[in-house]
Structure formats: structure tokens, C-alpha cells
């Protein structure tokens, strides 16, 4: 084992991320269940158990489980028979970005909000051109998008909305579920979410018909045993999978609510610190609190963000810098018109600056202020 691998597996290193996993007993019961029933994967028990769960946690009408957050995303474009140029944000994880780029569609990057993090509306409409089709926003850190405002261009245009929720698990506005915006959304329960079904993810869609057209699109496109009603894939999650995510929703609140601890602690020990920015709740909204971002102004914190990313990695700390570089920077990207840094100011700056303290349901509160510490300087 390596130097660096041997710290980040050693007890004393904090760890940025952390699954959330059931108890060992509560799933060897289900495991014990499932290989009575030898049932193992094709829309079985508890995947009808697991997408009613979810729809009834959520509050959403439809849910359709996936194997992981980057094909529903990829399904998504195939089903609305998205075409052209998508407006989209640099400032996400790669998969976003991919899902159009597997469809054969342009991605146009435009900024960011730097109260959120999201796609700046204001910005969205000097970007649409004859050939532009939908808006894919992302609800970034599980910050709510303006998702009036984007609904509203894209009324205006006759644009598809698709929203990539995967950091916005449980995430409501007023009461209401974000997942309710746009067209459709997607989330993923990959091991590092706040949700998590080892890998997974989800399509939430408004209505009956399209949520049949997607169980058929994720299940090869087959309507029944002899018809094939569209090139569909194969993304069906298996009965274990279900059943680990069933027992990880018995205990996901209890989860955001330790994270919530967390990021109150963070924002207590660290406002104070010259140099550092981060947000505080916004007002109505329900947090899941998967991530805590803070950015670094070198000036007048004194350290470059990389200088106190790798300072925290001397004292056993993992942050991680999330997102960066912007995926507009990537090479199957970077000579796009609307991939230059002049064209996104905003997100190429929170990039350099930003760095995701540790943060998951199992810190303690000695961990938390050992980063407050090392981040503060004292
Ligand atoms: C995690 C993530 C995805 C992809 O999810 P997988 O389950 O890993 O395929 C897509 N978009 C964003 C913003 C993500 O953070």
C-alpha cells in the first residue's frame, strides 16, 4: 500500500464522504428473503417496494428506478427525443454534460448564480438559438434552481426543462418537492449521496403514460414479451440493490439531520475567518446538506484554495475540490464557443476558489472541529 493510501484508510483521517449503509443484520435478513424467493433482478418485489417508498418519501407522483444517475439522464434526452443544442451549466459533476454529448447533442455552457451555484436564468436567453431544444439545469450542492424563472423561458421558447437532481435528494421549496420542476428529474443514489443504494439512480416524471414509456425505455424498450416499442437500455437496479435502499430510507433523516449538525457547526466555527465565503440556508427551502462548500479568497485568506487543500490533506483531512476543474475545461469540451472562461466569469471563479469540507452523517463532533481548527488556523 502507498503512503497516501495507507492515511486515507488509517482510523485518525477524516474522511470527505462516507456511504450510508443499513445495519449488516437488518440486510442479511432481506438477503435471506430474497434468495427464498430467487427473485433477483426484472421489476421484482423490492423494486416495486423501493419506487413507491421513494414516491411516498419524495412526495412525487412517479418514480422509475435506474442503476445509476447518468443513465436516467441519458433516457431522459432519448424519451423527449431531445435534439440540437441544450443549454446547460459547466459548473457539475462530468455526467451531466456526457448524457448530452451520448445523444448527439451540443452542450452550450452558460454561467452561474454566485448566490447558488445554478444556472443564471438572466443568462440563459442570449444563449438560445433556432437549433436550441431544452434547458438542463443542475440543482447543484442541492441548492433549489430558480426553477420559475428557467420555466418561464422556456415557455416562452417551446424548450423541454430536464433537471439533474442528483445532489437534490429530498430537497423542498415551500413544502413542495423540487423534483416536481421541469419535465422530468433525475437523482442519483450513487454510494457517496446522501441517499444511497450502493450505485443507483432514479427518473421522477409528472405522469402514468411517461412513467410506462421510461420502464420501458430502461428495460430494453420492451412493451410485453414479443414488442419492442422504442431502442431502449438496459438500466434496471436489482432486487439487492432495492433492498438496501429500502432499509437506507428508514434512516436518511436521521442522516440530514446529523448533517445538518455539521454544517450549523462549520458555519459557527468559521465565519469569523477572513477570506472564506459560504452560503447559509436559503429562506423556505428543505436542505439535505450533502455537501459543505466554502471558498477561498487567496488574498485575503492567505492560501491559494489548492495550498489549503493539500494543508488539509497533511493533517488527514479529505476535502475535495467539487467542482474543478469546470467540465467545460475538459478536452471533448474546451473548444466549444460557449466553453470560454470569458463566457463563464462567475463559474470559472467559484472552481478555483472551492473545496467541500468532509462531510457526511457519521462525523463526530471532535472530527468537525479538528477541520474548524486546521481551516481557521488556530
Ligand atoms: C453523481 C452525479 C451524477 C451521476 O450519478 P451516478 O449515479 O454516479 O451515475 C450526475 N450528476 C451529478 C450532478 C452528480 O453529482
Given at each position: 500500500m502507498n503512503e497516501l493510501l495507507q492515511k486515507m484508510m488509517s482510523r485518525e483521517s477524516i474522511k470527505v464522504t462516507s456511504p450510508l449503509m443499513p445495519r449488516l443484520e437488518d440486510f442479511t435478513e432481506l438477503l435471506r428473503d430474497i434468495w427464498q424467493r430467487r427473485w433477483i433482478t426484472n421489476?421484482?418485489?423490492?423494486?416495486?417496494?423501493?419506487?413507491?417508498?421513494?414516491?411516498?418519501?419524495?412526495?412525487?407522483?412517479?418514480?422509475?428506478?435506474?442503476?445509476?444517475?447518468?443513465?436516467?439522464?441519458?433516457?431522459?434526452?432519448?424519451?423527449?427525443?431531445?435534439?440540437?443544442?441544450?443549454?446547460?451549466?459547466?459548473?457539475?459533476?462530468?455526467?451531466?454534460?456526457?448524457?448530452?454529448?451520448?445523444?448527439?447533442?451540443?452542450?452550450?455552457?452558460?454561467?452561474?448564480?454566485?448566490?447558488?451555484?445554478?444556472?443564471?436564468p438572466t443568462k440563459i436567453e442570449a444563449a438560445i438559438t433556432p437549433k436550441t431544444t431544452a434547458i438542463m439545469p443542475v440543482h447543484v450542492y442541492g441548492n433549489p434552481c430558480d426553477t420559475k424563472a428557467i420555466q418561464e423561458i422556456a415557455d416562452r421558447h417551446g424548450l423541454r426543462v430536464i433537471y439533474d437532481a442528483a445532489h437534490a435528494f429530498g430537497v423542498t421549496v415551500g413544502g413542495e418537492s423540487i423534483l416536481k420542476a421541469g419535465d422530468m428529474s433525475t437523482l442519483s443514489f450513487h454510494a457517496t449521496?446522501?441517499?444511497?443504494?450502493?450505485?443507483?439512480?432514479?427518473?421522477?416524471?409528472?405522469?402514468?403514460?411517461?412513467?410506462?414509456?421510461?420502464?420501458?425505455?430502461?428495460?430494453?424498450?420492451?412493451?410485453?414479451?414479443?414488442?419492442?416499442?422504442?431502442?431502449?437500455?438496459?438500466?434496471?437496479?436489482?432486487?439487492?440493490?432495492?433492498?438496501?435502499?429500502?432499509?437506507?430510507?428508514?434512516?436518511?433523516?436521521?442522516?440530514?439531520?446529523?448533517?445538518?449538525?455539521?454544517?450549523?457547526?462549520?458555519?459557527?466555527?468559521l465565519k469569523e475567518t477572513k477570506g472564506l465565503t459560504f452560503w447559509n440556508d436559503l429562506s423556505g427551502v428543505r436542505h439535505n446538506y450533502g455537501y459543505f462548500p466554502i471558498f477561498v479568497n487567496a488574498a485575503k485568506y492567505g492560501m491559494t484554495r489548492d495550498e489549503l487543500y493539500f494543508h488539509l490533506r497533511e493533517q488527514g483531512i479529505y476535502g475535495r475540490r467539487y467542482f474543478y476543474p469546470l467540465i467545460s475545461t475538459f478536452s471533448p469540451y474546451r473548444d466549444l464557443e460557449s466553453a470560454r472562461p470569458e463566457n463563464l466569469p462567475v463559474a470559472?471563479?467559484?472552481?478555483?476558489?472551492?473545496?467541500?469540507?468532509?462531510?457526511?452523517?457519521?462525523?463526530?463532533?471532535g472530527d468537525v472541529q479538528k477541520v474548524i481548527d486546521v481551516v481557521c488556523r488556530t
Open positions: 421489476n421484482g418485489e423490492y423494486h416495486r417496494l423501493l419506487e413507491q417508498a421513494l414516491a411516498d418519501y419524495l412526495k412525487v407522483p412517479y418514480v422509475s428506478l435506474f442503476t445509476n444517475g447518468t443513465l436516467p439522464l441519458i433516457t431522459a434526452l432519448q424519451a423527449l427525443h431531445i435534439t440540437g443544442e441544450v443549454i446547460t451549466t459547466p459548473y457539475s459533476f462530468v455526467a451531466t454534460t456526457h448524457a448530452l454529448w451520448w445523444n448527439g447533442i451540443k452542450p452550450v455552457f452558460v454561467d452561474v448564480d454566485p448566490a447558488n451555484g445554478c444556472l443564471d449521496k446522501v441517499f444511497s443504494t450502493v450505485e443507483g439512480g432514479a427518473m421522477i416524471m409528472h405522469d402514468e403514460t411517461t412513467k410506462r414509456h421510461i420502464d420501458q425505455l430502461k428495460n430494453f424498450g420492451f412493451a410485453g414479451e414479443t414488442e419492442v416499442v422504442a431502442p431502449g437500455i438496459n438500466s434496471k437496479m436489482d432486487e439487492l440493490r432495492a433492498a438496501f435502499g429500502l432499509l437506507n430510507l428508514q434512516q436518511v433523516d436521521a442522516a440530514i439531520a446529523s448533517r445538518r449538525c455539521v454544517a450549523e457547526a462549520y458555519r459557527e466555527g470559472t471563479r467559484m472552481a478555483d476558489e472551492v473545496i467541500c469540507l468532509p462531510m457526511h452523517h457519521e462525523l463526530s463532533e
